[in-house]
């Protein structure tokens, strides 16, 4: 199997990231602009002052660098062993559209439980890989 297959989902990921990285802006802004807030309450990350639908964006883009850094490092590991085969390429893919879900929930109608399920599971798939790799499976 071609073990660079892995780039793709790891570029989803990342491509994610970037698209989240880019909504923050698109709400600071105009919320400043609108005079909701200063400028000043974003000189120290967010003041306390930052309304939930800005700062919520931000949120799921520190999601987005926490729990995924666990995931480019499985991926970077299979890939130097020479372990990726297609059941740790379809696991990957998975997470991929886990974490998808679950910023999609997060920045739109934010149901908690939706949310949490996504990233429970999301969670067994990155172990899923890590166990994968130890065992010497996929």
């Not at 297609?86 to 739109?108: C, D, E, K, M």
Request: net charge positive.
């Amino acid at each position: 199997m071609d073990q660079t297959l892995i780039f793709a989902p790891m570029g989803a990921l990342a491509l994610l990231t970037f698209l989240v990285l880019g909504l923050i802006p698109l709400r600071r802004i105009p919320a400043v602009m609108r005079g909701r807030l200063e400028r000043d309450d974003f000189a120290l990350g967010e003041s306390a002052k930052v309304p939930a639908d800005v700062s919520i964006v931000n949120r799921g883009y520190m999601n987005l660098l926490e729990a995924p850094l666990l995931f480019y490092v499985i991926c970077l590991m299979s890939l130097y062993a020479n372990r990726v085969g297609q059941p740790f390429l379809v696991t990957a893919w998975i997470y991929v559209g886990l974490r998808f879900g679950h910023s999609a929930v997060h920045l739109t109608y934010n149901n908690v439980l939706h949310r949490l399920t996504l990233f429970g599971v999301s969670n067994v798939a990155l172990m899923a890989l890590w166990v994968m790799f130890f065992a010497r499976v996929g």
